[in-house]
């Protein structure tokens, strides 16, 4: 595998999902990132990012450009601060981001991917078993807007969202944010699997409202094992 081509896997498939807009044989390795890369980002937004994965990634991706890292979970955020240790253009927050300032119970999935401040539905757990243990852990919300409210963000931004159900609040919590991003790459789900989530949907009429444009999606890994049904995948959003 090219450089470049496993770059752009290891970041699809660490959100989930594979490039399905256009036949991956019809694309030339060398050009398959080029209309992420043409944009030129400056400033990366990673909300819910884990182990750092995704951050390292987007690292190797835009060399010169800011990242802010926000984790919620101590242990995964230990593992992600270890990852990035030494780049100074790198900035981390174990914090959860929310609509509003305060505290939370987070619940710590078994597989810390499926953690959520939302209560995980009885479909999540029957679908995906592996994911069903938890235990509650409090956290320290706050929003996106307060947290970022000093920061001179350089244009283009591209904010990578993650956090399992809890996107709505993210983004009522970061309007102000949200006017300086160019590209939004959002983890969406299309059947209830956390309690009260925002569905697909909803997400669409959220940025398209802010002036966002979908285009397009990955295949998501996240198939139901029942029927083959798409239950989750990540979308695109660019501002024109």
Known sequence: MRPIKKVLQ???????????????????????????????IQTVIDIGA????????????????MLYAFEPLPDCFSIMQAKVKGYNNIHL?????????????????????????????????KLFPVT?????????????????????????VLMKID?????????????AILQQVKIIIIDTS?????????LFGDIYALLTKQGFVYRGAWDPDFKSPEDGASVQQDAVFIRP
């Open 132 to 156: 069903a243990g938890e235990r509650l852990i409090s956290v320290v919300t706050d929003t996106l807007d307060t947290i970022l409210r000093l920061e001179t963000l350089t244009t283009p």
């Open 163 to 175: 956090v399992q159900g809890f996107e709505d609040k993210v983004l009522a919590g970061g309007t």
């Open 190 to 198: 299309f059947k209830e699997l956390y309690i009260s989530q925002p």
């Open 50 to 65: 884990n182990k750092g994965n995704s951050v390292r990634e987007f690292r190797d991706l835009f060399p010169s450009a």
């Open 10 to 40: 290891n970041i699809f498939n660490f959100f989930g999902f594979r490039v399905s807009l256009i036949d991956r044989r019809q694309v030339p390795d060398v050009n398959r990132l080029k209309w992420l890369k043409d944009l030129n």
């Open 93 to 125: 927050f174990n914090i959860a981001l929310s609509d509003q300032k305060g505290s939370m119970d987070i619940h710590r999935s078994s597989y810390s991917g499926s953690s959520s401040l939302l209560k995980m539905a009885d479909l999540h757990k």
